[in-house]
């Protein structure tokens, strides 16, 4: 799909199809019924998204990887929200992260949903983008920048 800069430069971007299939597949792959270990559903995720990355990669879409990183930290925060299913373990895991004891007990014992929960700034506050991509997320904008490098030199 053509897309025209306002100083004449032409350039391209995936068609909004493509997002929509590609969000599709991430959000199949992070789903909260899903079976298997958190690794192997990272590591799914990272064929698929350094897959569409390299397809893509030549075209502009800035504003779209941003917000695709943001909504799939988010849905992983849920999964791995999913997981902990027991008040328990939640407090454990919310204290092993940093988080104060009345800030972890308090979202422990929260009753509302994973979604919901997820968006909460303690869940940020513990599972931060960093330690999402320490264990083992490849970071979408960075993906993107290589590959804008990479095609830049042609």
Known sequence: MPYYEPHGKVGC???????????DKLQKLTSRK????????V???NQVTVGW???YGISYMKTFIAETQSWLNHR???LIW?????VK???TMLKRYGIQH????????????YWRTSKNHIIHTAITKDRLIKWGLKDLSQLYASAQTRYSSY
Do not use: C, H, M, V
Not at 34 to 41: A, S
Not at 102 to 113: E, I, M, Q, Y
């Open 13 to 23: 971007r995936p068609a909004k199809s493509a997002q929509r299939r590609f969000k």
């Open 34 to 41: 899903r079976p298997g270990t958190f690794l192997n559903i």
């Open 43 to 45: 590591k799914e995720i």
């Open 53 to 55: 990355i390299n397809y």
């Open 76 to 78: 992983l925060r849920q």
């Open 82 to 86: 999913k997981r902990w299913k027991k």
């Open 89 to 91: 373990t939640r407090y």
């Open 102 to 113: 009345d800030d972890a007990l308090k979202l422990a014992a929260s009753r509302k949903g």
